[in-house]
């Protein structure tokens, strides 16, 4: 090789090379990485969060502009329990926020996240209060989220593994597609496909043409289609019908109602099923069956009563844990018949079975 050449090749390294570390400042000056780490701890802060990051997030440009995310923790300010634990994050960003637009996440992908159970409902349980009358603010998300291997706990135990979530931009009049894949404890594969258009109108969240597709193994699958609409706080109303199919129980027709609270009742889930040889016809207050069923394993909670549920159910069989029930009965709340030494204060609850 000539020294020209050699001299012309050498020239030319140094200019691509040059070229590169061009692009990379320009990519880090354009894309400021400070600015979205501080973005999302501000918006953390404003929910009573505190996000930390085990380095700086990093710049890359290909296949799109995005910024890499490590040692991602989220927790409740003050608390010592995080809520979500994960090894790597990624934000997605639009190419014209490139170019001097709007701060705008197109998608989050995390990466083996773990979320605990505990920590976000001490969480939940410590936000204050909406004052009364005061309408909603329902956010446009316009951020898609992508979740892999990830695990959902409560304390030590494991409640689901291998997490995969994938959902689209909450945006007025477009689809809104969710899909769940999970195993339980027990190994058993359970999926999630969840369908629904939004409409934001004012302080009304509307939700027309929901599909829910939810199955369990080969064990049982529910299909159910319907609509919803929320308000705020419990004013919350949903009417939702379809089919529970049972490998070992054949298929059954079921129907849910929510009901908004108003001055004198709470927020109210009616449960209808139907099918062979077994019926229910049940009425659950959601938020006061969630804090009974939050106490189950709370070792200072006062003994636990019987759960807030008011109506009836008919059970042919159930076999679980190697026990089996026949002819089960259950009623409970107003469906329960008052005995005639006590009429004037009827019993909670009332359990029957064929010997």
């Not at 990519?27 to 380095?55: C, I, K, W």
């Not at 996440?105 to 976000?120: K, T």
């Not at 603010?137 to 291997?149: A, E, F």
């Not at 959902?152 to 997490?163: A, S």
């Amino acid at each position: 090789m000539s020294h020209r050449l050699r001299l012309i090749l050498l020239v030319l390294g140094g200019l691509v090379l040059t070229l590169v570390l061009v692009a990379l400042i320009a990519v880090y000056l354009v894309l400021q990485p400070d600015r979205f780490t501080r973005m999302l701890q501000t918006q953390a802060h404003a929910a009573g969060l505190e996000l930390n990051l085990a380095s700086p997030a990093s710049p890359t440009l290909f296949p799109r502009p995005a910024l890499d995310l490590d040692g991602i923790t989220l927790n409740a300010e003050g608390a010592n329990v995080p809520i979500l634990l994960a090894a790597r994050g990624r934000l997605a960003l639009p190419w014209r926020t490139l170019f001097g637009g709007p701060t705008v996440i197109s998608q989050l992908q995390i990466d083996s996240p773990r979320v605990d159970l505990d920590a976000l409902q001490e969480w939940l349980a410590a936000l204050p209060a909406q004052p009364a009358g005061a309408p909603p603010n329902i956010p446009r998300i316009d951020t898609g989220i992508s979740i892999n291997h990830g695990s959902v706990v409560r304390g030590n135990e494991l409640l689901l593994d291998n997490v995969a979530l994938e959902a689209g931009s909450l945006i007025s009049g477009q689809p809104f597609p969710l899909s769940l894949s999970a195993t339980t404890a027990a190994n058993t594969p359970v999926q999630l496909r969840l369908s629904a258009t939004p409409r934001i109108e004012g302080n009304t969240l509307q939700l027309d043409n929901i599909t829910l597709h939810l199955s369990q193994g080969s064990a049982m699958t529910l299909a159910l289609t319907g609509n919803a609409h929320w308000h705020g706080a419990a004013d919350a109303a949903a009417s939702l019908t379809g089919k529970l199919d049972q490998a070992d129980a054949g298929q059954y027709d079921i129907a849910l109602g929510l009901t908004p609270a108003d001055q004198n009742n709470p927020l109210l889930l009616a449960l209808k099923l139907d099918g062979p040889d077994n019926h229910a016809d049940l009425r659950l207050p959601p938020l006061a069956l969630a804090h009974w069923w939050s106490q189950l394993g709370d070792e200072q909670a006062p003994q636990l009563s019987v759960p807030p549920i008011n109506g009836h159910a008919e059970i042919a069989k159930i076999e679980t844990g190697g026990i089996s029930i026949e002819g089960l009965t259950v009623q409970t709340g107003d469906s329960v018949p008052a005995a005639v030494s006590t009429a004037a204060t009827p019993a909670k609850s009332a359990i029957s079975k064929k010997p």
